[in-house]
C-alpha cells in the first residue's frame, strides 16, 4: 500500500526565507507525486505535479518539487516566501492507474512578516 | 475551467436529521470522489465515482449514502449522523482517460458541516 510522510508538521518563516518541505512516499512501483496547498479557509488548490521526466517540476507561485527516486523523495521549494505563502501543504501520491490519492499528513506553514 | 462546485458551503443539522451534499462539475471529469477532511489533518477518501458506478468506498459507515445521478452530478446523502462526523466534506473530480497526465484531481470548496 502507497503511503505519503511530512516530517515538518509546522515551519515557521521570516519573508523572504528560502523554504522546503520534506516528503517521502513508499511504493515500489511507478507513482504520481502531488503538492496541494490550502490556504486559510479555502479549499485544495494543485501547485504542481510530477509523472515523468524532468525530476525537477516547477508549478504556480514560484514553487518547484525535486523528484529523487532513489530516496523516495518529492520534496517542496522555494527561494523566497512571501507572507501570503501562509498555508498548510500537502504532499499526495498515487501508484500509477491507481484511484486513490493518498495524502501526507500536511505541514502547516506559517510567515511572518 | 478547472472547476468544482459543492453545496451548500455550511450545514448544521441534528442526528435525526436527513440532508444531502451535492457537487458538480462540467469538466467533463468522469471520476468523481467524496473526501473527509477534519481540522488540522489531510483528506480521507470516502468514496470513488468512475464513469458513474461506484468503483471505491472506503468502508464508510451507512449514514453516508452516494450518488451520481449522471456525470456532471455528485450527491451524498447524510442520515442519522454523529457529532463525530462534524468535518470539511470535500468533492473532487478527474478527467479518468488512461495514462498519468490524467490523474489530476480538482477539488471543490468543501461543505462544512456540523452535526448537534
Not at chain 1, 526565507?17 to 479555502?42: I, K
Request: charged content about 20%.
Amino acid at each position: 500500500a502507497q503511503s505519503v510522510s511530512q516530517h515538518n508538521h509546522h515551519v515557521i518563516l521570516s519573508e523572504a526565507a528560502s523554504l522546503e518541505l520534506g516528503c517521502n512516499y513508499s511504493y515500489g512501483g511507478t507513482v504520481n507525486l502531488f503538492w496541494y496547498v490550502q490556504y486559510p479557509g479555502q479549499h485544495l488548490q494543485l501547485l504542481l505535479k510530477y509523472f515523468s521526466g524532468d525530476p525537477l517540476v516547477k508549478g504556480i507561485k514560484g514553487f518547484e518539487a525535486e523528484f529523487i527516486k532513489s530516496k523516495f523523495s518529492f520534496n517542496l521549494r522555494k527561494p523566497s516566501v512571501q507572507w501570503s505563502d501562509t498555508a498548510e501543504y500537502f504532499c499526495a501520491v498515487n501508484a500509477g492507474g491507481n484511484e486513490k490519492l493518498t495524502f501526507g499528513t500536511g505541514t502547516r506553514l506559517t510567515i511572518i512578516p | 475551467d478547472t472547476e468544482v462546485t459543492q453545496t451548500p458551503k455550511h450545514l448544521v443539522m441534528g442526528m435525526t436529521n436527513k440532508k444531502s451534499l451535492k457537487c458538480e462539475q462540467h469538466m467533463g471529469h468522469r471520476a468523481m470522489y467524496w473526501y473527509k477532511q477534519k481540522a488540522k489533518k489531510p483528506p480521507e477518501l470516502m468514496f470513488v465515482y468512475s464513469y458513474e458506478k461506484l468503483s471505491i468506498n472506503e468502508s464508510v459507515p451507512s449514514r453516508f449514502s452516494p450518488e451520481c445521478p449522471n456525470s456532471s452530478l455528485l450527491n451524498l446523502h447524510l442520515h442519522a449522523l454523529q457529532p463525530e462526523d462534524s468535518a470539511l466534506y470535500l468533492c473532487a473530480s478527474r478527467l479518468a482517460l488512461t495514462g498519468p497526465e490524467w490523474e489530476t484531481q480538482y477539488f471543490g470548496p468543501g461543505t462544512r458541516l456540523l452535526v448537534l
